[in-house]
């Protein structure tokens, strides 16, 4: 017993002496500091700007211009959360201006030309945009035609739409008709209301919540995440990959609608095209989302953090008395900064 003993305790320690012993070191801190502007170069530009115009113009930081950044991005965050719907399917919707045109003419019309009330107008809005949510869905899903095309298409014929609507004239209370009479319809006082604050300003923040929790919290925001990285997977994988599809346009083209509202509660008119000049700040918005806090992708938080940025660019410039043809110099320069970051982190 004790030799044999003894020799399983030399054998044991023969292995011990075989066996590495292994020393854990303490792993080494590398900072990459692209990855950290990747992630957080979005908030810390908003920050550095507050603190750049606030030092030129102690006036922007006051309450009342924070809330007028606020109301004035409401319309921009609404359009550009329906953009980034479709983005989120690898789609692309440039019909969401003319959208919000149309409906912006449809509603004051339905108060102004023919006495509706606030339901009428507002379901006969929102009815128009889906409409033309289903004509791109059918366009590009059915007949594949790429979705940049068409929904390009899609933005010449609905702006043609509303100037015939109008007949090139912008709808207001009292207006003259074609007949030489005054028109008799009054916009509604409830209608009136979405336009003020604070209730512009808790429009945009209940919609960015709802899109934000649908495509982070929802097996149907993950399934349309899975089909914009790679629709044939996800159709393999049992997903209805052209039924998201027409869900991303026909909420898309209702988002536009609502914006194209609360546009016409808050100037109280249908000017012609009232809608076209937030394309190009809502697709701004909607691409400088995609690196806020590293997300990649598009997502609603990133959206509305993106039109705050240019929120506040627009108006420290304005306050700064930089001429208004100036800032779409701006809003291209950062809109390409965001996009080089973005992509080049993908590749």
């Not at 990747?38 to 530009?45: E, R």
């Not at 102004?112 to 409409?131: E, P, R, Y």
């Not at 006082?189 to 429009?203: A, D, H, R, S």
Request: cysteine-free; hydrophobic content about 55%.
């Amino acid at each position: 017993m004790n030799k044999k003993f003894y020799s399983f305790q030399q054998e044991a320690g023969n292995l011990k002496t075989q066996i590495p012993v292994q020393h854990h070191a303490k792993p080494k801190f590398n900072f990459d500091l692209f990855n950290f502007l990747y992630k957080y170069g979005t908030i810390l530009t908003i920050f550095v700007l507050i603190a750049v115009f606030a030092l030129v113009n102690p006036a922007f930081i006051q309450t009342n211009n924070v809330i007028n950044i606020l109301r004035s991005i409401s319309i921009v965050t609404i359009i550009a959360i329906g953009i980034t719907l479709s983005l989120t399917v690898n789609g692309f919707d440039l019909s969401v201006g003319s959208v919000a045109s149309l409906s912006n003419a449809i509603v004051i019309s339905m108060f102004v030309w023919f006495s509706q009330n606030t339901m009428v107008a507002i379901f006969s809005a929102l009815a128009a945009a889906l409409l033309v949510g289903a004509f791109n869905s059918f366009m590009i899903v059915k007949l594949k035609i790429p979705d940049m095309l068409m929904t390009l298409a899609t933005m010449f014929i609905i702006q043609g739409i509303a100037l015939s609507y109008t007949k090139g004239a912008t709808i207001s209370q009292n207006m003259v008709m074609a007949d030489g009479t005054f028109a008799t319809g009054t916009i509604s006082p409830l209608f009136q209301k979405f336009g003020q604050v604070p209730w512009i300003i808790i429009i945009m923040l209940v919609l960015v919540a709802v899109v934000h929790i649908f495509l982070t919290y929802t097996k149907h925001g993950r399934y349309m995440y899975i089909i914009g990285g790679n629709p044939e997977a996800a159709r393999l994988s049992g997903i209805p990959v052209n039924k998201y599809k027409v869900v991303a346009y026909l909420l898309s083209a209702l988002l536009a609608a609502i914006g194209g509202m609360v546009l016409a509660s808050r100037i109280m008119t249908a000017e012609i095209n009232a809608g076209t000049p937030y394309l190009m700040d809502s697709v701004a918005a909607a691409f400088i989302g995609f690196a806020v806090l590293g997300a990649g992708k598009p997502n609603a938080f990133g959206t509305f953090i993106g039109a705050v940025l240019i929120g506040i660019l627009q108006n420290g410039l304005v306050m700064m008395s930089v001429p208004y043809y100036s800032m779409d110099i701006v809003k291209g320069a950062v809109l390409a900064f965001a996009l080089a970051i973005t992509y080049y982190k993908q590749k």
